[in-house]
């Protein structure tokens, strides 16, 4: 077992002193995953609903939000990939927006098979029979029977998952902008010596 | 190592996402129980007297601006709160109360839920899809307030039937287009029902596949434009479904009667038409609705449930004190000083209306009311009922009220024109029951229905049809063809040309109990159309019925041709009158003649007649114990006697000596009096009539559109849109709620 050094202090410090990639990863995936499926549940959920069953809304949120968090954390990861082979920095506030772009339009794309898992859930626990609630719980016109319902329904997904970025892309920009650094995924000096 | 570590904090994360998702599901879940449900409500419940509560305090909820037209509409079932009581009412009341009454309701389209739901506006000749879905809480509050009694013929989505105790499962719904000529398969038969967590009555069906807590049904609207309502029509349930607020208007327009400002018929439209649902209710202290159970909770009329050992909580008929348009209680409307169009439906349980017009404040008689259409359309000519005040009617005497029994529509035209600044109360002087009930004393706050304020100003000439003309509605030029008559109003006569191809004399009856009815019998036959034997094997099935092809385990006996005419003559042998109502059809009224049924009189009666034909023998009935209470048995019945659900005493398809099916002894022979022609009211298409008491009620009934002319359709010809003969069938029942969930309803289907 390795220790870390001392801090002032006197506590000890371990290796997580500064978060590794996977961790930063992680946090940004919350970031992103967070507000894009509480956008998306309100949009969907009548009010009524909304005013009649605050709390359980509220787990059905957080429980949403965490079942996708692989998928925020796939565009989280593949999206820092491509940004930094496309030459993008973590500074330049730019650079960084577009990162943030690039992270959140992998999201919303994963979101279109993200929604048919989602779908499955709530039959599967009867979400729709817990309380009147979402209003995208299957119907009909959104089957997935044929190509043309099937298309129909990815067109759904994919509209819901980019009305959901207009909450997740600018949370993302800023914890990007505040967290520094969405950072070079791999190699550098600070995580391979905190990782050694 | 971090990989390790980051798939690890994912897994975790979406295992707890999984947990809370699992224990968020209403049907597994037990953690978040609170959470699901709305506050807790105790049941115990203090009436809310009626005659407390202030009249005319708020105004009248509308639909106009907000119905829906579309060609494909998803329709939500949902709980939710409404004032539905006088909104300071709801201000003294400590929380959840004062956020309204808890209601169920349609959420139709992009309207708000509401009770009535948003009004659906077809198109004729433009099909209207609907998607059906069950949104009901699975802990519903109002499920603590309307408890659902187990041990009559029900949905039963939990296989609990006969049981005492009160449901506590998954709601059923399904959804019945009142009036509309449809396909069975979207016309919402009882048993096609389907709960919020997706379980499925025998009768279940959808146009395509669908989630499994919802049906898509289809409605051709090929029929004439005229006032359709749709409403919860489960087994066994409706009354408590369609009390919670599940119904909602169905207009269908036409090319003549568009519902636009310059529609060819000119007739009032814009803010000048508008809808009325009148329901009666009853309330608690807490603003809540309050539906009588027990003796903690009694009836109004008929006190606790009479026969607590055969149906714990199942009252004959619901009367409640407070009277309700569109969702709110006693409320007014302010109008201007013309002409304004009425689309009226009694949606109550049981009680019947008589209404008119009086003056507010002097009690005078106010505007006539001009019926310009009845169930099915528009009638040829207006018909005026000046709404005289009359004492209670014992009979289908002629009336000059507006007369509608449970789920009878009417169109009217008022004319309020030179009334500025005076007020009008609709009012009624219905008995309850109707007729046997005592007259509403002077107090009784239901003799008032809503309130007219005549205060606002004339926005523009009035150049509507003005009924006072007698100008035909029918006939002319931009107008719909006039009604083609299969009976003859004026003389009370099947129309010329008209020849049924077969009559069925059928009796209406109630198995009595010791202290009320406790089932109400059409031919004294069960829904099911199984001669009762307490659940002994074997189950004997009417003799002459047939059994459903669709897997419902029912038996058949009304089978007519489709295409063909047929005369249904209803013999009302109970106290008082039943609304029958036939689905898929438009029908006519030929007549009625009275028939004596009282045996207090000393004079032959048909009722002891048709007893005297029963062979005897063990079959379900009531026992009453050494302590006194009642219980369900098998009881030995001696020959002679009416064994109620044995269905009629004799073979059903055995023509009688009047030549009619039925299974009854002939009707002829016991008529008294004259032919009764239609009252005014009731002289266009009909899909519910008023079957009185001691009377032969006599409908003539034809299985084809209605606007066929007389001999456009031979039997056997399907001239539908839709094929009649397949699917669940259809049914025909009483349209007291109360009756109809309680084995007063039987099932048909058309055939080849």
Same mark, same amino acid.
């Given at each position: 077992m390795r220790f870390g050094p001392c801090n002032p202090s006197g506590t000890r410090a371990s290796t997580r002193l500064a978060p590794s990639n996977g961790d930063r990863t992680l946090r940004l995936a919350l970031v992103l995953a967070l507000p894009t499926i509480a956008l998306e549940q309100f949009l969907h959920t009548d009010r009524w609903t909304l005013a009649a069953l605050p709390l359980y809304q509220a787990l059905h949120w957080f429980s949403d939000s965490l079942l996708a968090l692989p998928l925020a954390a796939a565009g989280v990861w593949a999206g820092q990939r491509i940004a930094t082979?496309?030459?993008?920095?973590?500074?330049?506030?730019?650079?960084?927006?577009?990162?943030?772009?690039?992270?959140?339009?992998?999201f919303a794309l994963l979101l279109v098979p993200g929604a048919a898992l989602h779908e499955a859930a709530d039959r599967l626990t009867h979400v729709h029979a817990g309380s009147a609630t979402h209003s995208h719980v299957p119907l009909p016109r959104r089957s997935t029977g044929g190509p043309r319902s099937l298309a129909r329904f990815a067109g759904h997904a994919l509209s819901d998952a980019f009305t959901g970025q207009a909450a997740g892309l600018p949370l993302t920009i800023l914890a990007l902008l505040w967290g520094g650094h969405g950072g070079p995924l791999r190699g550098t000096a600070a995580t391979k010596t905190l990782e050694a | 190592m971090t990989t390790r570590r980051t798939f690890l904090k994912l897994g975790t994360a979406v295992g707890a996402g999984a947990l809370i998702r699992w224990q968020l599901d209403p049907t597994s879940g037990f953690l978040f129980n609170t959470v699901r449900a709305f506050a807790s409500v105790g049941t115990p419940q203090t009436a809310l007297v009626g005659g407390s509560i202030p009249r005319f305090a708020d105004p009248l909820p509308t639909f106009g601006g907000r119905r829906i037209g579309d060609a494909s509409i998803d329709v939500g079932m949902f709980e939710f709160q409404q004032n539905v009581l006088p909104n300071a009412l709801y201000a003294a009341l400590p929380a959840p109360f004062n956020a309204g009454t808890y209601v169920w309701g349609y959420q139709v389209g992009t309207a708000a839920p509401s009770w009535p739901g948003a009004t659906i506006e077809a198109q004729r000749g433009r099909a209207t899809t609907v998607t059906y879905v069950n949104s009901l809480p699975l802990d519903p509050v109002l499920r603590r307030y309307l408890t659902i009694d187990q041990t009559i013929h029900w949905a039963d989505p939990l296989n609990q039937m006969g049981s005492f105790s009160p449901f506590t499962g998954p709601i059923p719904a399904v959804v019945h287009l009142h009036g509309g000529e449809d396909s069975s398969l979207s016309d919402g038969a009882p048993e096609a029902w389907f709960t919020p967590d997706g379980r499925h009555g025998r009768g279940y069906s959808t146009l395509v596949a669908t989630a499994p807590n919802a049906a898509v049904y289809q409605y051709p609207n090929g029929q004439q434009a005229t006032t359709l309502w749709f409403h919860d029509h489960a087994l066994g349930i409706t009354r408590l479904n369609v009390f919670a607020g599940l119904a909602a208007f169905y207009l269908i327009r036409d090319e003549f009667d568009t519902g636009g400002s310059d529609n060819p018929l000119r007739l009032p439209a814009g803010p000048q &038409?508008? =809808?009325l649902m009148i329901q009666d209710r009853q309330f608690d202290t807490n603003g809540q609705l309050l539906f009588p159970d027990s003796p903690a909770n009694p009836s109004l009329v008929d006190g606790p449930p009479g026969n607590p050992?055969?149906?714990?909580?199942?009252?004959?008929?619901?009367?409640?004190?407070?009277?309700?348009?569109?969702?709110?209680?006693?409320?007014?409307? &302010?109008? =201007?000083?013309?002409?304004?169009?009425?689309?009226i439906v009694n949606a109550s349980n049981a009680r019947f209306f008589r209404m008119g017009l009086a003056d507010s404040a002097s009690s005078a008689q106010g505007p006539p009311l001009w019926q310009i259409g009845t169930d099915g359309g528009l009638l040829d000519r207006p018909a005026k009922l000046p709404g005289l005040v009359e004492p209670p009617a014992t009979d289908p005497s002629p009336t000059t009220r507006l007369f509608l029994a449970p789920s009878e529509r009417a169109d009217i035209i008022i004319d309020f024109t030179g009334a500025s600044g005076r007020r009008f109360t609709l009012t009624n002087d219905a008995q309850v029951p109707f007729p046997s009930g005592t007259p509403l004393a002077a107090t009784d706050p239901t003799r008032s229905v809503m309130e007219f304020r005549v205060t606002l100003a004339l926005s523009g000439n009035d150049t509507t049809y003005d009924p006072a003309g007698g100008a035909p509605l029918r006939g002319g030029a931009s107008q719909e063809p006039i009604i083609v008559r299969l009976a003859d109003p004026s003389t009370g006569r099947l129309a010329p040309g008209v020849s049924p191809r077969i009559t069925r004399q059928i009796v209406l009856v109630e198995g009595e109990g010791p202290i009320n009815p406790f089932e109400g019998l059409l031919n004294n036959t069960k829904w099911r159309g199984i001669r009762d034997r307490a659940g002994n094997p074997p189950d004997i099935p009417v003799p002459g019925s047939s059994q459903d092809t669709f897997g419902q385990g029912i038996w058949m006996t009304e089978l007519p041709q489709v295409g063909s005419t047929e005369v249904w003559e209803f013999l009302n042998l109970t106290d008082d009158a039943h609304p029958i109502h036939i689905h898929l059809i438009q029908f006519q009224l030929i007549n009625r003649q009275a028939v004596p049924i009282d045996p207090t009189t000393g004079a032959p009666t048909y009722t002891a007649a048709w007893a005297s034909q029963f062979p005897g023998g063990t079959f379900a009935g009531y026992t009453v114990n050494p302590d006194g209470s009642v219980s369900w048995g098998l009881?030995?019945?001696?020959?002679?006697?009416?064994?109620?659900?044995?269905?009629?005493?004799?073979?059903?398809?055995?023509?009688?000596?009047?030549?009619?099916?039925?299974?009854?002894?002939?009707?002829?022979?016991?008529?008294?009096?004259?032919?009764?022609?239609p009252m005014a009211g009731e002289e266009g298409w009909k899909d519910t009539i008023k079957v009185f008491p001691g009377f032969v009620n006599r409908f003539v009934v034809r299985w084809a559109p209605q606007a066929v002319a007389v001999n456009g359709v031979q039997p056997g010809q399907n001239l539908y849109p839709f094929d009649p003969t397949t699917g669940p069938g259809y049914v025909w029942h009483c349209h007291i709620l109360d009756h109809e969930d309680n084995e007063m309803m039987r099932p048909y289907l058309p055939g080849v």
């Amino acid at each position: 077992m390795r220790f870390g050094p001392c801090n002032p202090s006197g506590t000890r410090a371990s290796t997580r002193l500064a978060p590794s990639n996977g961790d930063r990863t992680l946090r940004l995936a919350l970031v992103l995953a967070l507000p894009t499926i509480a956008l998306e549940q309100f949009l969907h959920t009548d009010r009524w609903t909304l005013a009649a069953l605050p709390l359980y809304q509220a787990l059905h949120w957080f429980s949403d939000s965490l079942l996708a968090l692989p998928l925020a954390a796939a565009g989280v990861w593949a999206g820092q990939r491509i940004a930094t082979r496309l030459g993008l920095g973590d500074s330049n506030p730019l650079d960084v927006v577009g990162r943030a772009c690039l992270i959140a339009l992998l999201f919303a794309l994963l979101l279109v098979p993200g929604a048919a898992l989602h779908e499955a859930a709530d039959r599967l626990t009867h979400v729709h029979a817990g309380s009147a609630t979402h209003s995208h719980v299957p119907l009909p016109r959104r089957s997935t029977g044929g190509p043309r319902s099937l298309a129909r329904f990815a067109g759904h997904a994919l509209s819901d998952a980019f009305t959901g970025q207009a909450a997740g892309l600018p949370l993302t920009i800023l914890a990007l902008l505040w967290g520094g650094h969405g950072g070079p995924l791999r190699g550098t000096a600070a995580t391979k010596t905190l990782e050694a | 190592m971090t990989t390790r570590r980051t798939f690890l904090k994912l897994g975790t994360a979406v295992g707890a996402g999984a947990l809370i998702r699992w224990q968020l599901d209403p049907t597994s879940g037990f953690l978040f129980n609170t959470v699901r449900a709305f506050a807790s409500v105790g049941t115990p419940q203090t009436a809310l007297v009626g005659g407390s509560i202030p009249r005319f305090a708020d105004p009248l909820p509308t639909f106009g601006g907000r119905r829906i037209g579309d060609a494909s509409i998803d329709v939500g079932m949902f709980e939710f709160q409404q004032n539905v009581l006088p909104n300071a009412l709801y201000a003294a009341l400590p929380a959840p109360f004062n956020a309204g009454t808890y209601v169920w309701g349609y959420q139709v389209g992009t309207a708000a839920p509401s009770w009535p739901g948003a009004t659906i506006e077809a198109q004729r000749g433009r099909a209207t899809t609907v998607t059906y879905v069950n949104s009901l809480p699975l802990d519903p509050v109002l499920r603590r307030y309307l408890t659902i009694d187990q041990t009559i013929h029900w949905a039963d989505p939990l296989n609990q039937m006969g049981s005492f105790s009160p449901f506590t499962g998954p709601i059923p719904a399904v959804v019945h287009l009142h009036g509309g000529e449809d396909s069975s398969l979207s016309d919402g038969a009882p048993e096609a029902w389907f709960t919020p967590d997706g379980r499925h009555g025998r009768g279940y069906s959808t146009l395509v596949a669908t989630a499994p807590n919802a049906a898509v049904y289809q409605y051709p609207n090929g029929q004439q434009a005229t006032t359709l309502w749709f409403h919860d029509h489960a087994l066994g349930i409706t009354r408590l479904n369609v009390f919670a607020g599940l119904a909602a208007f169905y207009l269908i327009r036409d090319e003549f009667d568009t519902g636009g400002s310059d529609n060819p018929l000119r007739l009032p439209a814009g803010p000048q &038409e508008i =809808e009325l649902m009148i329901q009666d209710r009853q309330f608690d202290t807490n603003g809540q609705l309050l539906f009588p159970d027990s003796p903690a909770n009694p009836s109004l009329v008929d006190g606790p449930p009479g026969n607590p050992g055969l149906h714990p909580y199942w009252i004959p008929e619901f009367f409640g004190d407070v009277i309700c348009v569109n969702g709110r209680s006693w409320p007014y409307l &302010e109008v =201007e000083p013309r002409r304004y169009r009425f689309r009226i439906v009694n949606a109550s349980n049981a009680r019947f209306f008589r209404m008119g017009l009086a003056d507010s404040a002097s009690s005078a008689q106010g505007p006539p009311l001009w019926q310009i259409g009845t169930d099915g359309g528009l009638l040829d000519r207006p018909a005026k009922l000046p709404g005289l005040v009359e004492p209670p009617a014992t009979d289908p005497s002629p009336t000059t009220r507006l007369f509608l029994a449970p789920s009878e529509r009417a169109d009217i035209i008022i004319d309020f024109t030179g009334a500025s600044g005076r007020r009008f109360t609709l009012t009624n002087d219905a008995q309850v029951p109707f007729p046997s009930g005592t007259p509403l004393a002077a107090t009784d706050p239901t003799r008032s229905v809503m309130e007219f304020r005549v205060t606002l100003a004339l926005s523009g000439n009035d150049t509507t049809y003005d009924p006072a003309g007698g100008a035909p509605l029918r006939g002319g030029a931009s107008q719909e063809p006039i009604i083609v008559r299969l009976a003859d109003p004026s003389t009370g006569r099947l129309a010329p040309g008209v020849s049924p191809r077969i009559t069925r004399q059928i009796v209406l009856v109630e198995g009595e109990g010791p202290i009320n009815p406790f089932e109400g019998l059409l031919n004294n036959t069960k829904w099911r159309g199984i001669r009762d034997r307490a659940g002994n094997p074997p189950d004997i099935p009417v003799p002459g019925s047939s059994q459903d092809t669709f897997g419902q385990g029912i038996w058949m006996t009304e089978l007519p041709q489709v295409g063909s005419t047929e005369v249904w003559e209803f013999l009302n042998l109970t106290d008082d009158a039943h609304p029958i109502h036939i689905h898929l059809i438009q029908f006519q009224l030929i007549n009625r003649q009275a028939v004596p049924i009282d045996p207090t009189t000393g004079a032959p009666t048909y009722t002891a007649a048709w007893a005297s034909q029963f062979p005897g023998g063990t079959f379900a009935g009531y026992t009453v114990n050494p302590d006194g209470s009642v219980s369900w048995g098998l009881v030995n019945y001696p020959p002679g006697t009416m064994i109620p659900g044995y269905g009629p005493p004799h073979d059903y398809l055995t023509p009688n000596a009047d030549g009619a099916l039925g299974g009854n002894p002939a009707f002829s022979p016991f008529l008294q009096g004259p032919v009764l022609p239609p009252m005014a009211g009731e002289e266009g298409w009909k899909d519910t009539i008023k079957v009185f008491p001691g009377f032969v009620n006599r409908f003539v009934v034809r299985w084809a559109p209605q606007a066929v002319a007389v001999n456009g359709v031979q039997p056997g010809q399907n001239l539908y849109p839709f094929d009649p003969t397949t699917g669940p069938g259809y049914v025909w029942h009483c349209h007291i709620l109360d009756h109809e969930d309680n084995e007063m309803m039987r099932p048909y289907l058309p055939g080849v």
